[in-house]
């Protein structure tokens, strides 16, 4: 007989599924965590970080920049995906190759193979800052999932339903976690509580959040 001592542990990165379509995936990012953090600085280096304005006239507290063919951005006008950042009159930075390869990987592990994204949208959270009950529905093609990968200091995440009063879940995100958000469950409402006081050996006292798209 073989004794099998690990069969009762899960597997590492196994699925823990929020509802059918959406998984977190613990500690997926942790061992590129190091070199995604290095490319976030090289994005910001050309494309640095800002603080957006709601079409409503409102400052967004968390500051954010973009990499790849698209980046998101919103204005009095508007939410919307374009090609060129309108601070530098640029282009978006090239979507670094680990990011790219991070995602897929990512999203097959979830179930979604053959993810290839034309856009992140890089978060900055200092403590204080939150992101409100949203859905993300500016993308061109619903079909496709979002990928999101936590950095640095821990946050809440908020997990709800299809209306935007729906009770919400709160489910911890730490340094290296990935969460992966598509089919049935694309259209949720989601948000992230105000970030707590903390301090990370990579970052700082900041949360850094990557979320994959393919918004063209
Ligand atoms: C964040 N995440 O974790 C914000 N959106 O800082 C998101 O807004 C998000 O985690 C779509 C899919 C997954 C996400
Ligand atoms: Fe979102």
Redesign the pocket.
């Known amino acids: 007989m073989t004794l099998d001592l690990f069969e009762h542990l899960p597997t590492p990165h196994e699925p823990e599924l929020l509802e059918p379509g959406a998984v977190v995936l613990r500690g997926f990012a942790l061992a590129q965590a190091a070199e995604l953090l290095q490319a976030v600085e090289v994005t910001a280096a050309s494309a640095p970080f800002r603080h957006l304005i709601t079409p409503g006239g409102k400052r967004m507290s968390v500051a954010m920049t973009n990499c790849g063919p698209l980046g998101w951005i919103s204005d009095r006008s508007g939410y919307r995906y374009g090609p060129v950042d309108p601070d530098t009159c640029k282009r978006w930075p090239p979507m670094p190759a680990a990011f790219r390869q991070l995602a897929l990987n990512a999203a097959d592990a979830a179930g979604y193979p053959g993810f290839t994204p034309d856009a992140c949208l890089i ?1 900055r ?1 200092e403590p204080g800052t939150r ?1 409100s009950l ?1 859905q ?1 529905r500016d993308e061109g093609n619903y079909d496709h999932p ?1 990928v ?1 990968v ?1 950095l640095g200091i821990a ?1 809440v ?1 908020l997990w709800g339903g299809a209306a935007r009063a729906d009770k919400a879940r709160r489910v911890g ?1 730490r340094h290296g976690d990935v ?1 992966v ?1 598509g089919g049935p469950a694309r259209l949720r409402f ?1 948000g ?1 509580l105000p970030l707590a006081l903390g301090e990370h050996a990579m970052t700082g006292a900041v949360r850094i ?1 990557l ?1 994959f798209r393919k918004a063209g």
Do not use: G, M
Request: aromatic share 12%; hydrophobic share 40%; with cysteine.
């Open positions: 978060n959270y992101l949203h993300d979002i999101s936590s946050a995440f995100l969460v958000c989601h992230v959040n979320t």
